[in-house]
């Protein structure tokens, strides 16, 4: 079982203006470095998820996603990573 020291939290926006930020859970062990922008900007659009799958991505939800789930008590926004590791675990994903 994947435990939280061996995840960690990586936000990216893919707008120039910072806009539309999303949160990634990336498994270290599978992927130490994260994600590579560089390789997933060239990723071909019918094998996006399988690219992030292979940099270790185990979730991935958007900036209104986040809002919305911490609105529901879902998740403790001082605490992103750990909420949303344990989150993850309630919701099998993990």
Do not use: Q, W
């Amino acid at each position: 079982m994947l435990k939280l020291e061996e995840t960690k939290l990586e936000t990216y926006s893919f707008n120039d203006d910072g806009s539309d930020e999303f949160y990634i859970l990336i498994d270290i062990k599978k992927n130490p470095e994260g994600i590579n922008l560089t390789k997933l900007a060239m990723a071909d659009p019918r094998r996006f998820d399988a690219v992030l799958n292979e940099m270790g991505c185990l979730l991935m939800l958007g900036e209104d996603e986040i809002k919305e789930l911490t609105s529901r008590g879902a998740l403790d926004p001082r605490n992103l990573h750990e909420s949303l590791f344990s989150l993850a675990k309630t919701e099998g994903i993990l």
